[in-house]
């Protein structure tokens, strides 16, 4: 798709760049030809500003790799405007009204650096983060109703996991899967602590999913939480351990957790991708 017979030349730090592009079929230098392009994404039509070299002989195009990547950003900003969504740019800018970086928006937020760089490159957010972005750089905190009085910890996910899988005698936590059932439990365990003891267990955020209540973000979080290294987590408490147990005696077969899931008021009164809020886990009804 590019053709990379180039030449760089830095003209003004790192931000304006020339570039000769040479015709593939060997027509000598192409020409920068600047337009506007309509083009559907995702179902939504959208109008995007294409950079690009062009042949002026034969009629052939190509892009600079930072061209490419300049209009996949203006394709995911064109698209996120239409469905209202923070785009990249206004993240980095509300972010910085905020004297906040990159990584205190993402400890903030409970997620990795590694997203909040991705959102402001040009990644698509889904909803429920595009609510937590939201509310993070809207100067609030994303506080406790999210978390359960707890901060958030990933290593502590893993030994709630470890502790299920104990007691259920099986693995739940699997490679490449998207915690379809292990984030059920998971979210019983939180929900049952703050309700009984006032604080969750791991302080994870949870959305409302069409399959049910999910760890918010898990896509980024899957891979962390296989890798952790659950000595680094505060020990479980005697009834923070009672906790689990009751909940994989009541829910032996994971299918069993899922479908509970499914039965409980407090997931289906939430719009699609919004956060389940722990001051809800009173109503809760499957345990
Ligand atoms: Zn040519």
């Given at each position: 798709m590019c053709h990379f017979t180039r030449t760089e030349k830095k003209i003004?730090?790192?931000?304006?760049k020339e570039v000769r592009m040479d015709c593939p079929?060997?027509?000598g230098k192409m020409v920068l030809r600047k337009t506007k392009q309509r083009m559907t994404f995702r179902g939504v039509k959208v109008i995007v500003p294409i950079e690009q070299y062009r042949c002026t002989v034969c009629g052939a195009e190509a892009g600079t790799v930072n061209q490419a990547a300049r209009i996949q950003k203006s394709i995911a900003d064109a698209y996120r405007k239409a469905v209202n969504l923070l785009t990249g740019d206004e993240i980095v800018e509300k972010r910085k009204r905020l004297g906040l970086t990159q990584e205190g928006l993402a400890k903030r937020m409970n997620v990795g650096i590694a997203s909040i760089k991705r959102w402001e490159g040009g990644t698509l957010q889904s909803k429920s983060m595009d609510h937590a972005l939201r509310i993070a750089l809207g100067g609030r905190s994303a506080g406790d109703s999210c978390t359960g009085n707890r901060e958030f910890s990933i290593p502590r996910i893993k030994l709630v996991l470890k502790e299920f899988e104990s007691v259920l005698g099986?693995?739940?936590?699997?490679?490449?899967?998207?915690?379809?059932f292990a984030a059920k439990y998971l979210w019983y365990a939180d929900m049952v602590a703050h309700r009984?003891?006032?604080?969750?267990?791991?302080?994870s955020t949870y959305a409302a999913l069409p399959y049910g209540?999910?760890?918010?973000?898990y896509k980024d979080l899957i891979q962390d939480i296989i890798e952790a290294?659950?000595?680094?987590?505060k020990p479980l408490s005697r009834e923070e351990k009672r906790i689990i147990t009751r909940i994989a005696m009541k829910f032996p077969e994971e299918r069993m957790a899922y479908e509970a899931a499914h039965k409980e008021k407090i997931w289906k009164k939430?719009?699609?991708?919004?956060i389940i809020p722990y001051t809800d886990s009173a109503e809760l009804t499957g345990l």
């Amino acid at each position: 798709m590019c053709h990379f017979t180039r030449t760089e030349k830095k003209i003004r730090g790192n931000k304006m760049k020339e570039v000769r592009m040479d015709c593939p079929s060997g027509h000598g230098k192409m020409v920068l030809r600047k337009t506007k392009q309509r083009m559907t994404f995702r179902g939504v039509k959208v109008i995007v500003p294409i950079e690009q070299y062009r042949c002026t002989v034969c009629g052939a195009e190509a892009g600079t790799v930072n061209q490419a990547a300049r209009i996949q950003k203006s394709i995911a900003d064109a698209y996120r405007k239409a469905v209202n969504l923070l785009t990249g740019d206004e993240i980095v800018e509300k972010r910085k009204r905020l004297g906040l970086t990159q990584e205190g928006l993402a400890k903030r937020m409970n997620v990795g650096i590694a997203s909040i760089k991705r959102w402001e490159g040009g990644t698509l957010q889904s909803k429920s983060m595009d609510h937590a972005l939201r509310i993070a750089l809207g100067g609030r905190s994303a506080g406790d109703s999210c978390t359960g009085n707890r901060e958030f910890s990933i290593p502590r996910i893993k030994l709630v996991l470890k502790e299920f899988e104990s007691v259920l005698g099986k693995h739940i936590l699997k490679k490449n899967d998207k915690m379809l059932f292990a984030a059920k439990y998971l979210w019983y365990a939180d929900m049952v602590a703050h309700r009984e003891t006032g604080e969750s267990l791991t302080g994870s955020t949870y959305a409302a999913l069409p399959y049910g209540p999910q760890l918010n973000n898990y896509k980024d979080l899957i891979q962390d939480i296989i890798e952790a290294d659950e000595s680094e987590a505060k020990p479980l408490s005697r009834e923070e351990k009672r906790i689990i147990t009751r909940i994989a005696m009541k829910f032996p077969e994971e299918r069993m957790a899922y479908e509970a899931a499914h039965k409980e008021k407090i997931w289906k009164k939430q719009p699609k991708g919004a956060i389940i809020p722990y001051t809800d886990s009173a109503e809760l009804t499957g345990l």
